[in-house]
């Protein structure tokens, strides 16, 4: 009986003790916590001990970086080898080749090619290297230095030479325009005149026999400010075209046109003087619609009158102005 209230006693003692210990705790964590403390006693109180990586774990790390170094580095060697190599003179083109150009010179073209083919990309592989050259960027300065080439095809003759050919395709001439006239007449000086295409572009400077008849011309800036220039388009490529079918509209009437001077009027408007081959002149406006006026012109020279005698109605007449609708006025 007594052990038996000596183990009680001694059970009652530690459960005494457990709860003094639990007071003490729980009094120094509402300490800490107090509402008056700083936020950064807050934070040490909750912020334990740092945590450490475990001996495996760190290994892992060190292994992931080893492999990511090792990564870096053959790529940086791969590039170096394949720009080592790229340099080799069996593999750069030593012969470029020009086909299909009549207007523009091989050596023009011969000359712009090597240009775009000088230097290496990033300091390290050579842009004449027959498998890293710019072949677009090639062919589009190609056709933007020389308006005549409408295409430009890049080949290989064969896979063993060196010899980059060049095939081109130009501008077919559909008609021309000159800048000036001389003082004597109305025909313009060859020396000012440039082939235009049926889009109505500008390609390339016309040589002395292109005064003659062989080709209408178009002479007079279209625009109040600068002329057309080398590479631009003297109208819009849908004017222009109508403008040409118009034109070619006019030999079933008995009308041959040989120039079509282009004037200025106020409104920022334009007309249009067509010279025959007799001389005489056909004034239209470019406000109407050439549709309408081709009707108009349609139904003059068809009137029974004008139509049995037209040739030697324009023998007889200086100029006829269509710039009316409905009204025809000549002289």
């Known amino acids: 009986m007594q052990f038996k209230a000596r183990v009680r006693s001694d059970r009652a003692i530690l459960h005494s003790m457990v709860r003094e210990h639990r007071s003490e705790a729980t009094k120094k964590c509402a300490k800490r916590v107090s509402p008056n403390k700083s936020f950064h006693g807050m934070v040490n109180f909750y912020a334990g001990p740092r945590p450490h990586f475990s001996r495996l774990a760190r290994r892992r ?60 990309f990033f300091w390290l592989f050579p842009r004449r290297n027959m498998y890293l050259f710019p072949k677009q960027k090639l062919v589009e300065n190609l056709e933007e230095t020389f308006p005549a080439l409408r295409e430009v095809v890049l080949n290989r003759p064969s896979l063993g030479t060196r010899m980059l050919l060049i095939s081109v395709r130009e501008r077919t001439p559909h008609a021309l325009w000159c800048n000036t006239t001389s003082s004597a007449s109305d025909v313009p000086t060859a020396s000012f005149c440039y082939f235009l295409d049926t889009d109505g572009l500008l390609f390339s400077p016309a040589p002395d026999f292109s005064s003659g008849g062989a080709y209408l011309r178009f002479v007079g ?89 037209n040739g030697e109605f324009l023998d007889h007449i200086q100029y006829i102005d269509f710039r009316s609708a409905g009204k025809v006025y000549y002289k």
């Open 221 to 309: 800036n279209p625009a109040s400010s600068t002329p057309p220039s080398l590479g631009s388009h003297l109208f819009p490529t849908d004017r222009f075209q109508e403008i040409s079918f118009f034109m070619q509209s006019l030999p079933s009437l008995g009308l041959v046109p040989q120039t079509v001077t282009i004037k200025q009027v106020p409104g920022d408007e334009i007309d249009f003087t067509i010279g025959l081959t007799g001389g005489v002149r056909i004034l239209i406006s470019g406000a109407r619609r050439l549709e309408s006026t081709l009707s108009d012109m349609s139904a003059f020279f068809n009137d029974p009158e004008i139509a049995t005698s």
């Open 61 to 120: 790390r060190e292994k992931y970086l080893l492999y990511i170094l090792l990564g870096v580095l053959g790529v940086l060697t791969g590039v170096l080898l394949v720009g080592y190599f790229s340099q080799n003179p069996k593999l750069l083109i030593g012969q470029v080749t020009v086909a299909g150009n009549q207007l523009v010179s091989t050596e023009e073209i011969v000359t712009e090619t090597n240009s775009v083919l000088e230097g290496k």
